[in-house]
Every structure is written in C-alpha cells, then in structure tokens.
C-alpha cells in the first residue's frame, strides 16, 4: 500500500498480493499550519491503512507500516510518472489513401479543381505548387550551385588585390546598377548583397575596392533611415529589409569619406606617374568620387531630423548635388570601359557576383524574378535622383504651400 503525503491532498493506495487493488481514496483538505498537525494526520492515516487490511496481512508493527508507506510512495510517484509520460506521448492514425485520391481524380477534366469551402481566396493568393520551379522559389537552388565568399577566393574566383582597372570599372558600375534596382523595389538579398565582396570588406585588400564597399554599406543605411522615417511608400515600392545584414554600424560616416578620399589621392599619384593609363584611373576615381559626395550629402541632410540646416548649409548641399551632376557624363561615357556581363548570364558582372548566394533567405512564395537594371539606365536613374534632391532642396525654403 501506499501513502502520500502533501502540503495539500492525502492520496492513500493499497496494493495486495502483486495487485494494486484501489480500496478508497482520501482526499483531505490540509490547513496552511501543516507543521502543527501533520503529526496527527500521519497517525491517522495509518490507522486507515491498517483498517483497511485483514488481520493476516496487517503490519505488526509501527516501524513495518512505515517501511511499506515509504516503499509505495515511491512506486506511486513512479506510476504518476508512466501516466504522465503516457498522456504527453503523441499518437498517429495515418491512413493510406493513394489508391482513394487517384480513383477520384479521374471524375476531373484537365485543368480542373475542387473547390473546398475553406480555401478562399486569401488562402489561394498565398499557396504554392511544391517542386515546380514557376511556383516554388526554393527549387531555384537546384539550377546551380551558389558561389561564396571564401569558396570564390579559394578557388581563384574573387581578386582580393591587384584588380585591373576595368575589372575596378566593372564592379562599381554593378554595385551601382544592383542599388537602383533595390531602389526600385526588388529586396537587397537579390540587389546588393549577390555581390560577393559586400559579404566581407574588410577581408578586402584592394584599398579602392574596400572603402567602395563600405561607403556603399553606409549610404544604404541612410537611404533606408531616409525611407522608414518618411513612411511614404508600400510593400511593392520599397524593401526595407536587410535580411540579418549588419550595414555596418562600427564604420563611421567620417572614416567612411577618408578612405574613399586616400583612395581617390593615391590613383590620381598613379595616374600622374603613369600617363599612359591616367585616362582610365581618372575613370575610377570619378566613381570613388562620386560615392564620397553623395555620402557626405546624405550625412548632412540626416542632421536636419534633429537640428535645421542653415541656409548657408544647404546652399553647400547644392553645391555637391552639382559636382554629382557634373560626374554623370564622366561615368556614361566610360560604361564600356569597364567589365561586361556575360551573356545568357544573370550575374551583373563576370567576377565578384553570385544571384543564387542568399536563395535561402527568402521566404517560401512564388520565385520573383530580379532582373539587375542596365547600367547605363542606372546612371541615369541616379542623374534623375540628385535633381529630384535639388528640388527638395529648394522646398525648405518655402514658408507656405502656395509658394511651393
């Protein structure tokens, strides 16, 4: 037999010759001053458990019936446990209907479906076909093998240093198309973040190519704070999300500007020393160039979120949207200078580039197809972008709407 003794509830089992026979349950309600009579109600719970056997089963002595309480207790709280272990254990009834699904589909014409009642038409606009690579985006990994960072330059891939100038040509020109497209709606895990060398810049050896990198990673900062906070567009005009990137917080926009400025004077001391490739570098610089002002641009236009600019201020914005403008033709007419895509490929650029990496990141839904904007186009994207910035410039200088 057994008995339990809580701060609450006495549970009394009995068990007999191997069985457990349940001759009754007490269940008593326990004063909170249980030190005072818990001494008593063990004494009377013996007397029920030796009434409650015959005379020759019943313990003769005290200590023997406590012995056999103890003994059952335990055997009690291990039956507690198998019941428990029992109710949590999950039970299936799996059913083959195979044979039942294909015998009624043929009551169905090509192309028709069964309408349940609880599939409407948010459940329909958010289902999938699984396995059919027009309907799921995760069979878009079995076309090919994504390229990684360190895979690329193990491999001889990826150029850390000693990247030719066109190569240097090529690259930008990409990164600039892949933040147009990502300014016009397409997510950064298909835009900016294919570009394998935005993965690690600091592993980056070519100083260009790094402080490039990283002032791209601080001017998405701030087109995207610029964005949120004006909280003026929708879910199919802007992607917000960085997908678990860090835009790196631990570069400032001060060191950022330094090093695309020793950059830009360390190829204009090359370009001086070496005239026959001074054409080119100057091509290079003019796109450091242009990422140093449109960072310092935006730096100071996010000041005014908390203290207004002067007027002398944003004539100086002005200023640097001008010397951007002056820039374009620079870059246009030196597209072709730099590396080109190759055909019958959706990379942007030969070498740093890899559409399938972040595959996995996306959520299951229908493959959105992101076709990276022409580079020549997303120059002049940008030229459409730094006077639509000049105009709002000019709006702070209103005092009304009518004079706007």
């Given at each position: 037999f ?6 609450e ?24 001053k ?6 008593e109600?063990v ?26 309480m ?20 999950p ?10 699904f ?16 609880l599939?409407g038409l ?43 100038y066109?190569e ?11 933040l147009?497209?990502?300014l016009e ?8 973040f ?47 999300s ?6 790196y ?12 400025k ?23 610089v003019?796109?450091?160039?242009f990422?140093?002002i ?11 979120k ?22 374009i ?11 080109q ?13 890899s559409p ?6 996306l ?7 992101t ?34």
């Amino acid at each position: 037999f057994s008995v339990l003794v809580s701060s609450e509830k006495i549970f009394l089992c009995v068990f007999c010759l191997g069985k457990r026979v349940d001759i009754w349950r007490l269940i008593l309600q326990i004063n909170k001053k249980m030190s005072d009579n818990q001494s008593e109600l063990v004494e009377e719970s013996k007397e029920e458990v030796m009434g409650a056997f015959p005379d020759e089963n019943r313990p003769e002595s005290e200590e023997e019936t406590t012995n056999v309480m103890n003994s059952n207790q335990t055997a009690g709280e291990q039956s507690d446990q198998a019941t428990e272990i029992e109710k949590t254990t999950p039970t299936y009834e799996w059913k083959d209907i195979t044979k039942e699904f294909f015998v009624a589909i043929k009551d169905l014409s090509l192309g028709e479906l069964m309408h349940h009642e609880l599939f409407g038409l948010f459940e329909a606009m958010s289902a999938i076909e699984m396995m059919d690579p027009k309907m799921d985006a995760g069979m878009c990994c079995k076309k090919e093998k994504p390229l990684r960072f360190h895979t690329a330059v193990s491999n001889g891939e990826l150029k850390l240093d000693n990247l030719e100038y066109r190569e240097l040509i090529g690259v930008f020109d990409s990164i600039y198309a892949c933040l147009v497209s990502w300014l016009e709606g397409h997510s950064l895990a298909q835009t900016l973040f294919t570009c394998l060398y935005m993965h690690f810049p600091h592993a980056i050896e070519e100083k260009s190519l790094k402080a490039f990198c990283c002032s791209i990673y601080k001017l998405t900062d701030y087109i995207r704070k610029f964005i949120t906070h004006a909280s003026v567009f929708e879910e199919e005009d802007f992607q917000p999300s960085t997908f678990a990137y860090t835009l790196y917080p631990d570069v400032s926009d001060t060191k950022a500007c330094s090093m695309l400025k020793e950059a830009e004077d360390e190829l204009s001391r090359k370009a001086k020393s070496s005239p026959e490739s001074a054409e080119i570098i100057q091509f290079v610089v003019c796109r450091l160039k242009f990422a140093r002002i449109l960072l310092q641009i935006f730096v100071t236009l996010w000041r005014m979120k908390t203290t207004p600019l002067t007027e002398t201020e944003m004539n100086d914005v002005v200023r640097q949207l001008n010397n951007l403008l002056d820039i374009i033709p620079v870059m246009r007419k030196s597209i072709d200078r730099g590396t080109q895509p190759e055909a019958n490929s959706d990379a942007p650029n030969p070498m740093g580039f890899s559409p399938m990496v972040n595959q996995r990141l996306l959520p299951p839904t229908f493959p959105r197809y992101t076709k990276i904007k022409d580079r020549d186009e997303s120059v002049s994207f940008l030229e459409e972008l730094i006077q639509r910035l000049k105009l709002a410039c000019k709006v702070t200088s209103c005092t009304h709407f009518y004079t706007a």
